[in-house]
Each structure stands twice: as structure tokens, then as C-alpha cells.
């Protein structure tokens, strides 16, 4: 029954919306792939951690260049031209990255990375405003949890298909062809993203929505955006280096950690479509309790690289915490993307969406740097887990802390969404 009201309730998302998050999905298909095994297949060629840190670091900042400037460019505009042209361009870009890769050419990698990083914040900053504007306002939680959940169904197609392929013909399926097989996928987003179609809600210049940028409330972004801060920091050490960690630690080739990585996309995804019944049942406050479970997962997987030493029963701890963790903390987003943006209100919003993937890209750059220069003094990876843990010990708090001044407002009746303006 619960499944039957659950499917109805995504079956009424405006199917424009649907389209879009459908092209969405592709480009993250492309993303998981790079995500799943680029650095494998770099380790591979020769390329050491440090290296393979600095050069993944330079896509995120280009995603911090870019954001906020996006953000204030696509206000009052429409969303799905620029949306249809990184569609286009990401999976071009994408086969560039994987020659230049093979080929060694380094600083055709760096370019490529950054235009990469580019592209995809502009497809991810998107998303978020057209389905607030697009999207029946009575469909908001279940069509930005379908949002989310493209990332976990994305890792599970790939990972998925890229262990099938690998174990059907590993002569022909080589990690650079798997990269390039799933870049080609991707290319159905250019159709998707037409199907959007012409028409979309964009908002009138009006004087909530046409500001300068005195007359944003930087107060509440920022209080806003600082839990962010904390989790994108702490995931930046860790999160685009679990394949290394798994494959240095443990010797888990690509294949095998696709695979891993698509297992546990699929509690991913489920957690991500049920997080609007959750938030339902329990409030916002669920937001914490998960992310606080997440923490101890990464705690437990982090000691993982000592105990590797003196027992081999070490990597089904290791595959347990992180088959766990990936859940907990991804049930909180898509309640986590709503709150702030009720939170905030909507004159903030595009600035809001902006300004969060350029703290995500920052902190991704800054992380990866520091990671790089950790792995360059040869620190443990274990020690790496433990520094991302209390940086979302932070984060945690921070939220509890949002979601208190939330409840604050909410009872004062200051939100928009309370005031019937959503």
C-alpha cells in the first residue's frame, strides 16, 4: 500500500520537470563513470596520488569560479537553453579528458578538467530553480528527492554495467573504454533536454526577483550555507579518493569497486525516494539523526586501514561501513536542499542554489589539495577518514542548530512557503 501511495505521489511531478531531471540523470551518468573509476584508471597509467589529487581539484575550481556569477546570470531567465548546451558539450569534453589522459598530455588534462567542471555546474545549479519554478508547489519534496536520487541511480547503472561489461569482454572493456562507452550514454540527455520543450516558468522582473546584490539576504545565506561548509569540506578529503583508498588498502580493481559503488547506490536511491515520507514522519529533524550514523560509519571505515594489517577480515568491515554510510548521509539532502530553500526565501533562491555548489566546488578544490599534499607526506588514509569525521561533527551541529532557527521562523509564520507563497 505504502508503495502504491508512494509511486502516486511521484506520478503527479509536471512531466517537463520530469524531462529535466531525466537529462539530469544522464549527465550524472557520465559523472559516476569518472567518478567510479577515472582514478583507477589513472593509478594505472603511473600517475601517483598526489598528482591524480591536483589535477581532479582543478574541476572543482572551475565549478568555484563559475557558480555564483551563473547563479546571478540565470536570474529571471530561462533555464533550458543553457541547460541543453552543457548537455551537448559535457560528453565532448568528457572524451577529451579520457585521450588526454592516456596520452599524457598534462596540460591538456587541466584544461579539460576545468571546462568539465564548468559544464557540469551549470547542469547541476540549474536543476533546483526550474523545478521550483516548474514543479507544482505540492510536489516540491518529491520531485527534488527524485533530483537527488538520479545521483544514487546513476552510480547504479554504471557501476552495474561497468562490472557486467568488465566481466563479459575484459579484453575489449578497458577502463578507457568503459569511460568513453558511458560519455556516449550520456548524449541521450541532448534528447531529453528537448524534450523539455519551449515553454517554462520564468520569473517576472519584479522587485523580489530583479536585486542587486546588496539586497539579497546574505545573513540568512549564510547561515545557510555554513553546515554546508562543513560537510563539502570534510567530503572533499575523502569522497573522489574512496576508490584509491579501496584500491591501495585493499587491492579492489575497478570492476570490483564499480560494483561496490552500485550496491550501495541502491539503498542510495531507495533512502532518497522515501526521504520525503521520512521528512513527513519525522520532520526535519531526521536530518541530523542520519547524517550523526553516517559520521560513526566513516569512523569504522577509517580504522579499516590500520586493522588491514592484521587480519584480512578488514575489507568486509571496511565494504560494511561504507555500504552504510553512503545512506544515511544521502537520505538528508533532498530534505536538506528544501529546508534552505524555504529557509532562505525565494528572492535568495537562485543565489542560494548558486552559491552552494560554489561552496561544494571550493571546498572540493581546497580539500583536494589538502589531500594531495597529505598523501604527498605519505599520511594514512585511515588518519584522512578521521579529519573528514570531525568536520562533519561540525556540520552536524551546525544543522541541528538551522533547523532550531528554522522551526523558530516557522512558528512565526516568516517563511515563505508557510505564507502561501510557494
Not at 589535477?55 to 540565470?74: D, E, K, N, Q, T
Not at 579520457?98 to 557540469?120: D, K, R, T
Not at 528527492?145 to 579484453?171: E, K, N
Request: hydrophobic share 50%.
Amino acid at each position: 500500500m505504502w508503495l502504491t501511495n508512494l509511486f502516486n505521489a511521484y506520478k503527479k511531478i509536471n512531466p517537463k520537470v520530469l524531462y529535466f531531471i531525466g537529462a539530469a540523470f544522464c549527465m550524472q551518468c557520465i559523472n559516476a563513470s569518472f567518478f567510479l573509476i577515472l582514478n583507477i584508471f589513472m593509478a594505472k597509467i603511473g600517475y601517483g596520488d598526489p598528482f591524480i589529487a591536483d589535477a581532479i581539484s582543478y574541476r572543482f575550481l572551475a565549478s568555484l569560479l563559475i557558480a555564483v556569477p551563473f547563479g546571478f546570470f540565470i536570474k529571471g531567465k530561462r533555464l533550458r537553453p543553457i541547460f541543453q548546451w552543457a548537455t551537448v558539450l559535457l560528453p565532448l569534453v568528457s572524451f577529451v579528458m579520457v585521450y588526454a589522459v592516456e596520452g599524457q598530455v598534462v596540460w591538456l588534462i587541466y584544461s579539460a578538467m576545468m571546462v568539465w567542471g564548468i559544464l557540469f555546474s551549470v547542469t547541476q545549479i540549474s536543476i533546483l530553480p526550474f523545478i521550483l519554478r516548474n514543479a507544482e508547489s505540492d510536489t516540491h519534496s518529491e520531485a527534488i528527492a527524485l533530483h537527488f536520487a538520479s545521483w544514487g541511480s546513476s552510480i547504479i547503472c554504471v557501476g552495474a554495467g561497468m562490472a557486467f561489461l568488465s566481466w563479459a569482454a575484459p579484453d575489449f572493456f578497458t577502463d578507457k573504454r568503459l569511460l568513453q562507452f558511458f560519455s556516449l550514454f550520456g548524449t541521450i540527455g541532448i534528447w531529453l533536454a528537448y524534450k523539455v520543450g519551449k515553454k517554462e516558468v520564468v520569473q517576472r522582473k519584479t522587485k523580489d526577483n530583479n536585486i542587486g546584490f546588496y539586497e539579497y539576504d546574505w545573513r540568512l545565506i549564510a547561515k545557510a550555507v555554513f553546515p554546508v561548509l562543513m560537510i563539502a569540506t570534510g567530503a572533499g578529503l575523502t569522497v573522489p579518493f574512496f576508490n584509491l583508498f579501496f584500491f591501495n588498502v585493499f587491492g579492489l580493481d575497478s570492476a570490483q569497486y564499480s560494483l561496490l559503488g552500485s550496491i550501495t547506490s541502491v539503498s542510495v536511491l531507495a533512502v532518497s525516494l522515501l526521504a520525503p515520507k521520512v521528512k513527513q514522519r519525522f520532520g526535519y529533524e531526521a536530518i541530523t539523526t542520519t547524517q550523526s550514523f553516517g559520521v560513526l560509519m566513516l569512523i569504522l571505515l577509517g580504522s579499516t586501514d590500520f586493522l588491514s594489517e592484521y587480519t584480512i577480515y578488514a575489507i568486509y568491515l571496511a565494504i560494511a561501513c561504507y555500504v552504510l554510510r553512503q545512506p544515511c548521509m544521502s537520505l538528508a539532502n533532498p530534505m536538506i536542499s528544501e529546508m534552505v530553500m524555504y529557509y532562505v526565501g525565494k528572492k535568495n533562491q537562485e543565489m542560494l542554489s548558486a552559491i552552494i555548489s560554489s561552496v561544494w566546488a571550493g571546498s572540493l578544490f581546497f580539500s583536494s589539495q589538502i589531500f594531495r599534499a597529505l598523501r604527498a607526506y605519505e599520511f594514512r588514509y585511515g588518519l584522512i577518514l578521521y579529519i573528514t569525521a570531525i568536520l562533519y561533527v561540525f556540520g552536524v551541529i551546525s544543522y541541528y542548530l538551522l533547523i532550531l532557527d528554522y522551526r523558530k521562523k516557522e512558528k512565526l509564520q516568516l517563511l515563505d512557503h508557510v505564507k502561501g507563497e510557494h
